[in-house]
């Protein structure tokens, strides 16, 4: 598969991050159902953040790009404890602790593991995290574990082309670390949020981090181009 527009769609993202945000953002090259070539294509463009959702598939990739330095890898999916001795020392960021259970298990292995706490602000069924309700006991809670830093907050917006329903997913992780900063004293900087669908609203509504697959690299093979 050739990824020869990959550049040119990177500087298309950076132009409408730089318009729409102030704060810093990074972007996480998602290369979940790609090869490796995606991710040498990534470095090449000067990505270094590449992000997985599963664990037994980026472990493979790892072991396929063994000979390739200067990769931050990001678990952006749902994460099962029978997983998570498997993360310490693979992955520089998991974006998708949802529960006291699994950040129980990741401490029994890390050692600094930075990790963020996945919150389902929209309240879907289908979709991981913990309910908003529930993030600011459970973030003290974390934060309290020696073998890890919790660092912010994760949450994904209905897919929607509605703008105000991702605007108001998006605000309301953005309120919701606020709130856990005043009422726990644990601050979050980073907000990951944002999407190839709507990364667009996530940044003007200050996100940190997006997450960035067909954006990138175009449609996977099945996916209809955007």
């Not at 664990?55 to 200067?70: F, I, M, P, S």
């Not at 993030?135 to 003290?140: D, E, F, G, N």
Request: net charge neutral.
């Amino acid at each position: 598969m050739s990824f020869e527009a990959l550049p040119q769609r990177l500087a298309q993202v950076r132009v409408e991050v730089a318009r729409l945000g102030s704060q810093p953002v990074t972007i996480v090259a998602v290369t979940k159902g790609f090869g490796s070539d995606a991710i040498r294509a990534a470095l090449a463009a000067g990505l270094t953040d590449i992000g997985e959702n599963r664990v037994q598939e980026a472990v493979r990739k790892q072991d396929a790009l063994g000979d390739v330095t200067g990769i931050r890898w990001h678990l952006i999916g749902h994460l099962q404890r029978n997983k998570a001795r498997l993360v310490p020392g693979r992955f520089e960021l998991v974006h998708s602790v949802d529960s006291l259970d699994v950040a129980h298990e990741l401490n029994k292995h890390a050692a600094g593991l930075r990790v963020l706490l996945q919150v389902n602000v929209a309240r879907e069924p289908q979709k991981s995290g913990c309910p908003p309700e529930e993030a600011r006991a459970l973030a003290r809670r974390i934060a309290a574990l020696g073998n890890l830093r919790l660092e912010g907050l994760m949450t994904l917006a209905p897919f929607t082309d509605d703008v105000d329903v991702q605007r108001r997913t998006f605000r309301g992780l953005r309120v919701l670390r606020d709130t856990i900063k005043e009422e726990e004293g644990v601050w979050l900087p980073t907000l990951s949020m944002g999407m190839s669908g709507d990364y667009a609203t996530a940044v003007a509504e200050g996100a940190t981090v997006i997450r960035l697959g067909t954006a990138l690299f175009g449609p996977r093979t099945g996916e209809e181009a955007p």
